[in-house]
Nanobody, 125 residues
Framework: QVQLVESGGGSVQAGGRLRLSCAAS????????VGWFRQAPGKEREFVAV????????FYGDSVKGRFTISRDNAKNTVYLQMTGLKPEDTALYYC??????????????????WGQGTQVTVSS
């Protein structure tokens, strides 16, 4: 498995932006697809975005499409989540997760076998 550490969370006002980072270690990072998930208090974990191992394919959850952008730099073993147009409903603990590279772009958390500890994002109105 690969070890993951998220950073970049914080508190912003509605309409603001943040960039989250997910730094990986332990295995060749380029062999993994990476996803972002989030969980708000009292709610189920929600899929946010996924990027394939080459960075050539991405997929987004409906609630963030057009506002968030996932990207990766395999030379730096890092995946990013650029968040713009933030809304109070984006407030959550954000996790990155990795799975061995696959053909599909599935969004199920069960497909990912390495998880970070999460970084908190709080958006005030």
């Amino acid at each position: 498995q690969v070890q993951l550490v998220e950073s970049g969370g914080g508190s912003v006002q509605a309409g603001g932006r943040l960039r989250l980072s997910c730094a990986a270690s332990g295995r060749p990072f380029s062999s993994y697809d990476v996803g972002w998930f989030r969980q708000a208090p009292g709610k189920e974990r929600e899929f946010v975005a996924v990027i394939n191992w080459t960075g050539g394919r991405t997929f987004y959850g409906d609630s963030v499409k057009g506002r968030f952008t996932i990207s990766r730099d395999n030379a730096k073993n890092t995946v990013y989540l650029q968040m713009t147009g933030l809304k109070p409903e984006d407030t959550a603990l954000y996790y990155c997760a990795a799975r061995p590279r696959s053909i599909g772009m599935g969004q199920s958390a069960a497909d990912f076998n390495s998880w970070g500890q999460g970084t908190q994002v709080t958006v005030s109105s």
